[in-house]
């Protein structure tokens, strides 16, 4: 059964730094991994997509990387803005095609 | 182009009663996955659908639970004799194939 980490578990920081969130996963046999944003009271808002075959991907200044036999996949935020503050949830899917989230880091980022 | 809608937002209904949730995907979009998120706790997976096969279930926490899935569009997932516990917010999502997953706003269930 697939398990997903993510640490840290909150994250509280001021504005203009750059930041890693880690996602990390039992079972490497993974079809893609997706990372989202929530904000309180929201759902689910798609940041970035990875396929198994991809290294990386970026949007502006967000990048995810997928590293699947070590089991983990990072986003990096850059330079860090109070927009920014939200939880922050991975999600890796297997060959059942069924998404397994990970708890989230609850992200502040202060002015 | 719309994204994916639910109704309604918010729903509160006594113990007992049976609840009806709705969630549009987007046009087009052949899988459909309902979630359950409840306070301080991660996404459970209740239900996926995906194109004319037959829905993997393995996620419904009882069989109170049940959901449809009419014309492969637009889904309903239903909830009855409700108890306390069921209080959550329901999520849905849909995507292309198994690709990018787009979530819907919500449904908050309470159940006094």
């Known amino acids: 059964k697939q398990e997903v980490t993510q640490i840290p578990a909150a994250l509280s920081v001021p504005e203009g730094e750059n930041l890693v969130l880690n996602c990390s996963f039992t079972?490497?046999?993974?079809?893609?991994l997706q990372w989202f944003r929530q904000d309180p009271g929201k759902g689910l808002t798609s940041l970035l997509l990875?396929?198994?075959?991809?290294r990386e991907q970026t949007s502006g200044r967000l990048n995810a990387s997928l590293d699947k036999s070590s089991g983990r996949s990072t986003l990096y935020i850059a330079a860090s803005q109070p927009g920014d503050s939200a939880t922050y949830l991975c999600?890796?899917?297997?060959?059942?095609?069924?998404?397994?989230f990970g708890r989230g880091t609850s992200l502040i980022v202060h002015p | 182009g719309a994204g994916v809608s639910q109704s309604p937002s918010n729903k509160v209904t006594e113990k007992g009663k049976d609840v009806e949730l709705r969630c549009d995907p987007i046009?087009?979009?052949?899988?459909l996955y309902w979630y359950r998120q409840s306070l301080g706790q991660g996404l459970e997976f209740l239900i996926y659908?995906?194109?004319?096969?037959?829905?993997?279930k393995s996620g419904l926490p009882s069989d109170r639970f049940s959901a449809e899935r009419t014309g492969g569009s637009v889904s309903t997932l239903t909830i009855q004799r409700t108890q306390q516990e069921d209080s959550a917010v329901y999520l849905c999502?849909?995507?292309?194939?198994?690709?990018?997953?787009?979530f819907g706003p919500g449904t908050r269930l309470t159940v006094l």
């Open positions: 999502a849909s995507s292309l194939e198994t690709n990018e997953q787009f």
């Open positions: 079972d490497s046999a993974i079809y893609n």
């Open positions: 990875i396929q198994s075959s991809q």
């Open positions: 999600a890796v899917v297997g060959g059942s095609y069924i998404p397994t």
């Open positions: 046009s087009g979009h052949t899988a």
């Open positions: 659908f995906q194109g004319n096969s037959a829905p993997d």
